[in-house]
């Protein structure tokens, strides 16, 4: 179910995210990123996962913000757009992985079954599987330097014994 919030219906969305579970995304349509990604969100409609737990597709112009009094909100104007956020009752999740139908509706049916499951996207798990370096080996070179004191000294001796 694909809803879309404007001006005519932002009371809608008080009633859906006290009654539903829902995706939802905060774009523009200035925004080339979530242009790009125009055709993946609305293929969220056809997800048969979605359909059978009633997940509700919701799209916001990012102007509507500052009328909606929800932390998706909130966040979505400081992190910028696009943003995208599962909401189950009272909990809201970010996504962060591909822009694709598949990989948003598998991260909310995750989140909708076992909200406290730890999720890391493969990039994060991947550098959490590289080997740590060496403790013992330094992280750069240290390049003693010689002193100059030696003939700085000489040279103000020299000086001082030409002015007498």
Known sequence: ?????????????DNLVNTRDMLIRYHSPNCGHCLAMENEWKALDDEQSLKEKNVAIVDIDIGMAYTINHPSAKTALVQGVPSIYFIKKNQMFEYSGERKAKKIAEFAIVRLENPSADIVEPA?????????????????KTVKRRS???????SKSKSKSKSK
């Not at 179910?1 to 969305?13: G, K, L, P």
């Not at 994060?124 to 750069?140: G, R, V």
């Open 1 to 13: 179910m694909h809803i879309e919030i404007s001006s005519d219906n932002v009371n809608q969305f």
């Open 124 to 140: 994060i798990q991947s550098y959490i599987a590289m080997p740590k370096e060496k403790e013992n080996k330094p992280k750069h």
């Open 148 to 154: 100059k004191s030696k003939s700085k000294s000489k």
